[in-house]
């Protein structure tokens, strides 16, 4: 018995630090990728082409859709900051998803709103719509609102596809402040690419503990609470190291559903949103871009990383799981539902790095993960626990994780340095060493729920209450 069990013991160590390797191996040419794409977005970029981008009369129309559900805390003031957007031509559409709080009556108050006969079509089918309403005040002439039954946030987009008036869309989180030049950057790579651009996504940044007025950002601060703080590294990693690596490699499998711009009628040819994925942003530009493929039409997805929109993050640990639960789920699900692409030459880059890399990597670590502890405990439990082996182990991941961390903060340092003050850099250190500790564990176990919950068919988002963005100042006066 002795013998077989370690056997069995070496077998899965050489898995586990194999898996690690390849894995390891992976973020490190995510790093290398990313900051030559970096480098040479700030070549190509500059203030300069922003102005002459502003006064040319050849940029498209763009609607902005913004879904909202209960959104009451925060709706006036980020509908405030999307209609000051420096942009020639736009119009925006606030989809109320049958909210059960007072979002309609402060939308009511604020814009002055009155109900419009608007022609549209059902290009997607969607719940029925209440109303849709117009303002009376001429300052906001390029503001709808509809009001429809609750159908969840791929419904609410959907309706927004049917009744907006543009060929381009922008899908933003009602929830979302923009900066001021946000969709003049957005909407480049729609204008210099040889091939269709299908779709462009941009860096997402945290905004909790920001002072905000008028919908803008007037100075960015770290968040106060460790939880949020964190995601502050996990968004660096996210979109200055993993989405600005598969951008260089045209490889991109998820646009943030907080903010993406998308070409309509490819939208519309592709169905529009899957109302039965809680993934529905991931889904629908894999389900895009596998219709290109298959279509044989050339295309390209376009990523910007420069910071163009702050939303408000999780603060709590109960509200963090529920969000990693319902990622975990909507992951699986669009990497179940176009299966048929991995490892099919084909879809190209889709098939043979992309989507495997998804499943081995982003959906499958958190149970291998979970694995390995399970069967460190076997092993503690029959004395087969060789801890020189495992403290080396452990020091190695744990260095790994830091020093993968703080190379995401170089490049928000060499980007665009949005943490200027030195006791920030300080404190995000702090924070890289104790993630692994204390938040990891955390994460990881929120993805094998999701997953759990996914086996048992749950469905939903779960709630994902909010503290609010608005101004420090202003809440200590109140």
């Given at each position: ?19 690690g ?10 790093a290398?990728?990313s ?26 129309a763009?609607?902005?859709?913004a879904?909202?559900?209960?959104e009451?805390?925060?709706?006036v003031?980020?509908?405030r900051?999307l209609l000051?957007?420096?942009?020639p ?7 109320n998803?049958?909210?059960?709080d ?9 814009y002055?709103l ?25 300052a ?11 159908g ?5 987009l ?10 381009v869309?922008?899908c ?5 402040i923009?900066?001021?030049?946000a ?9 210099n ?9 941009g ?16 100075e ?12 502050v590294?996990?968004?660096?990693r996210?979109?200055l ?6 951008s260089?490699?045209d490889?991109?499998?998820?646009i943030?559903g907080?903010?993406?711009m ?33 279509r ?20 709590t640990?109960k ?9 975990t789920r909507?992951?699986a ?21 992309s989507?495997?890399?998804?499943f081995?990597?982003?959906?499958l670590a ?8 399970l ?6 439990i ?14 190695a ?23 200027k ?5 300080i404190?995000l250190i702090g ?5 692994p ?24 988002w ?6 609010g963005?608005?101004n420090?100042?202003k809440?200590?006066?109140?």
């Amino acid at each position: 018995m002795g013998s077989v069990l370690s056997q069995f013991t070496e077998i899965a160590s050489w898995l586990f630090l194999i898996y690690g390797s390849i894995i390891s191996s992976g973020y490190l040419f995510t790093a290398i990728y990313s900051l030559i794409e970096i480098r040479d977005y700030k070549r190509r970029n500059n203030f300069e082409d922003d102005i002459a981008l502003l006064q040319s009369l050849n940029l498209p129309a763009i609607s902005i859709l913004a879904p909202a559900f209960n959104e009451g805390l925060n709706i006036v003031e980020n509908v405030r900051s999307l209609l000051t957007i420096n942009y020639p031509s736009f119009e925006i559409v606030i989809i109320n998803d049958g909210s059960s709080d007072n979002s309609m009556e402060l939308l009511f108050a604020e814009y002055e709103l009155e109900k419009k006969d608007i022609l549209y079509h059902n290009f997607v089918e969607t719940k029925d719509i209440k109303g849709i309403y117009k303002s009376k005040n001429k300052a906001f002439k390029n503001l709808t609102v509809v009001d429809k039954e609750n159908g969840g946030k791929a419904d609410a987009l959907n309706t927004g596809i049917n009744i907006c008036q543009n060929s381009v869309i922008c899908c933003i989180d009602v929830d979302c402040i923009l900066e001021n030049d946000a969709m003049l950057k957005l909407i480049k790579p729609f204008l210099n690419n040889g091939n269709k651009v299908i779709a462009s996504g941009g860096v997402i940044r945290v905004a909790n503990s920001c002072v905000i007025e008028d919908g803008r950002i007037i100075e960015v601060k770290l968040p106060d609470s460790f939880v949020a703080r964190v995601q502050v590294l996990e968004y660096f990693r996210a979109f200055l190291m993993g989405r600005m690596a598969w951008s260089r490699v045209d490889g991109l499998l998820l646009i943030s559903g907080a903010f993406g711009m998308f070409d309509k009628q490819i939208v519309i040819e592709a169905g529009g949103y899957n109302t039965n994925t809680v993934g529905e942003d991931m889904e629908l530009l894999v389900r895009m871009r596998r219709m290109m493929q298959e279509r044989k039409i050339p295309y390209t997805v376009g990523f910007v990383p420069d910071p163009l929109c702050w939303t408000e993050v999780p603060q709590t640990w109960k509200v963090l799981q529920r969000q990693r639960n319902r990622w975990t789920r909507g992951t699986a699900e669009t990497l179940w539902m176009h299966k048929k692409m991995m490892f099919n030459p084909k879809y190209k880059i889709l098939g043979m790095l992309s989507t495997p890399f998804w499943f081995f990597f982003e959906w499958l670590a958190p149970l291998i993960e979970f694995t390995g502890i399970l069967f460190f405990i076997i092993l503690f439990i029959f004395g087969q626990v060789s801890w020189e082996v495992f403290l080396t182990f452990f020091l190695a991941v744990y260095s790994f994780a830091i020093l993968f961390s703080v190379t995401a903060l170089f490049f928000e340092e060499y980007s665009f340095q949005q943490y200027k003050k030195p006791s920030y850099i300080i404190r995000l250190i702090g924070t890289a060493m104790l993630e692994p500790i204390i938040y990891h564990p955390i994460v990881m176990w929120s993805a094998v729920m999701g997953n759990f919950d996914l086996l048992r068919g749950k469905n939903s988002w779960g709630v994902m209450s909010r503290s609010g963005l608005s101004n420090p100042s202003k809440k200590k006066k109140g």
